[in-house]
């Protein structure tokens, strides 16, 4: 399943290995048990979740290819428990994608986390109507993406050519984690003071978590709640 993400990007699932039966028999083996019927078993993952027993969840997997902007994938790297594999721009030439927002917003007031109990969003913003700046950002990708096509026309190497590209240039990336630092990415990355363009990513990340494991994706919802 490919989900469309931003304007040239996306999300799919390669592959995933395990489900909630998975963190129910690893939550069990030191007993020397398995399933004990789907009402318990669930009770157990709330269980887990309720008071931080992580392990269990490390046993089942996922593997994602995704497509986004290099900020984005920049902010996505942070999260350490995982495993990564980009495509090089040392390797291959870049394509001429960029990503062009469709709207602009304002700098929000608060930068700063809000105090417990406020219902105020951690950043407001407004789009604000730039309707030339799109267009203009599109001519600028389009002329530096010439002049990186000159450079290599001209036999610079791929590694410093692509110097000239900005960081809204698509860049592509495996990405291997378990489920228990899927749900750690997603608490930080669909949380409202995430920049919007990496939670567009991260409610696909969701869509998947939830499909493949639907009581932990219960769980997890009422304890990040
Ligand atoms: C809204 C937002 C704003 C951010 N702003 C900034 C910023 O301005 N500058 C910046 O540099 N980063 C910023 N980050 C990135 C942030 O600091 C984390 O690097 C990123 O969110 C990954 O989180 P993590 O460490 O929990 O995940 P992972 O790296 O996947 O780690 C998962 C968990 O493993 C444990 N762990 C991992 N490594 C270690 C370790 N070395 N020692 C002990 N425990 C470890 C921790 O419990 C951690 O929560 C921001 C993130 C968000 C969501």
Redesign the pocket.
């Known amino acids: 399943m490919l989900y469309e993400v931003l304007d040239k990007g996306f999300i799919r699932l390669v592959d995933s290995m395990g489900d909630d039966t998975s963190v129910v028999q690893a939550a069990r083996v030191s007993l020397g048990q398995g399933s004990k019927g789907e009402e318990r078993d669930q009770k157990l993952i709330n269980f887990l979740m309720r008071n931080n027993h992580g392990t269990p969840f490390e046993m089942v997997s996922f593997k994602f290819h995704v497509k986004c902007p290099i900020f984005v994938m920049r902010?996505w790297i942070?999260?350490?428990?995982?495993s990564f594999n980009e495509i090089s721009g040392r390797y291959v030439e870049f394509e001429d994608e960029f990503y062009i927002p469709e709207q602009w917003r304002s700098q929000a007031s608060k930068n700063k986390q809000g105090s417990a109990g406020e219902t105020e969003p951690l950043i407001s913003w407004e789009p604000i109507g730039l309707s030339d700046a799109s267009p203009q950002l599109n001519r600028i990708c389009n002329q530096l993406y010439e002049v990186y096509n000159e450079l290599l026309n001209q036999g610079v190497a791929r590694e410093q050519a692509r110097m000239i590209l900005p960081v809204n240039l698509y860049t592509q990336f495996y990405w291997q984690?378990n489920a228990?630092?899927l749900m750690?990415?997603l608490s930080?990355?669909m949380?409202p003071?995430?920049?919007w363009e990496?939670r567009q990513y991260a409610y696909r990340v969701w869509d998947v978590f939830r499909n493949k494991m639907p009581w932990t994706a219960a769980a997890w919802e009422v304890v990040d709640d």
């Open positions: 902010q942070r999260h350490r428990m995982g984690v228990r630092s750690n990415f930080l990355r949380a003071d995430a920049q990496i």
